[in-house]
């Protein structure tokens, strides 16, 4: 089993910024993915962007140049940092880790208003 804990969602007005942390412990594999997806009220769930445990990157088009995906493998924590936020970046953000099984955080909500 892997538990992920995360923190940083909020509210924030246009062209601000939040971090969002996810924090893994249990039993976690040597090599596995973690990444960041949101879902909106009425939408599906979309990927925001991943990393391994290797530093390979994949962000979503409409997040890039905007937000970065970290990871610091000795505290098996991922990080999203959000910058330049949109309204249509409102969303629920949920940590998912991917190693010889899938969990998923219980989720943050981002709000992006003014």
């Known amino acids: 089993q892997v538990q992920l804990v995360e923190s940083g969602g909020g509210s924030v007005q246009p062209g601000g910024s939040l971090r969002l942390s996810c924090a893994a412990s249990?039993?976690?594999?040597?090599?596995?993915?973690m990444g960041w997806y949101r879902q909106a009220p009425g939408k599906q769930r979309e990927l925001v962007a991943s990393?391994?445990?290797?530093?390979?990157?994949d962000y979503a088009d409409f997040v890039k140049g905007r937000f970065t995906v970290s990871r610091d493998n000795a505290k098996n924590t991922v990080y999203l940092q959000m910058n330049s936020l949109k309204p249509e970046d409102t969303a629920v953000y949920y940590c998912?880790?991917?190693?010889?099984?899938?969990?998923w955080g219980q989720g943050t909500q981002v709000t992006v208003s003014s």
């Open positions: 990393i391994g445990s290797r530093s390979r990157t």
């Open positions: 998912r880790y991917e190693g010889s099984r899938t969990y």
């Open positions: 249990g039993s976690i594999h040597s090599i596995n993915v």
